[in-house]
């Protein structure tokens, strides 16, 4: 079992930052892959950031550049350093554990095991 739990969202203007984390109890250890999703209001819930158990991250392409995923040593607080934010990155942040081994780290929500309960990010322009 783990549990996650999301916090550090809020509201920023546009081209400002915010770091969301996301504190992890259980079994972390057995986790592949820890990722940040995202879901807009009306929209599905999209990968944003992943990092795997040997440390290799995922971006999306509408991220990249401007957030950073990151993982303290124990493996306990999962980051995401979000800058020069954009109205279009207005969402419910989620975090999430893939016990299952892969190639790298999915975007396919069905493969995630565990889910915080989000934390809302507001960007206005």
């Known amino acids: 079992q783990v549990q996650l739990v999301e916090s550090g969202g809020g509201s920023v203007q546009s081209g400002g930052s915010l770091r969301l984390s996301c504190a992890a109890s259980?079994?972390?250890?057995?986790?592949?892959?820890m990722a940040w999703f995202r879901q807009a209001p009306g929209q599905m819930r999209e990968g944003v950031a992943g990092l795997d158990s040997d440390g290799s991250t995922t971006y999306a392409d509408s991220v990249k550049g401007r957030f950073t995923i990151s993982q303290d040593n124990n493996k306990r607080m999962l980051y995401l350093q979000m800058n020069n934010l954009k109205p279009e990155d207005t969402a419910m942040y989620f975090c999430?554990?893939?016990?299952?081994?892969?190639?790298?780290?999915?975007?396919?929500?069905?493969?995630?095991?565990?889910w915080g309960q989000g934390t809302h990010v507001t960007v206005s322009s």
């Open positions: 259980g079994s972390t250890h057995s986790s592949f892959c």
């Open positions: 999430a554990a893939d016990l299952m081994v892969r190639p790298r780290c999915s975007w396919s929500p069905d493969d995630y095991n565990y």
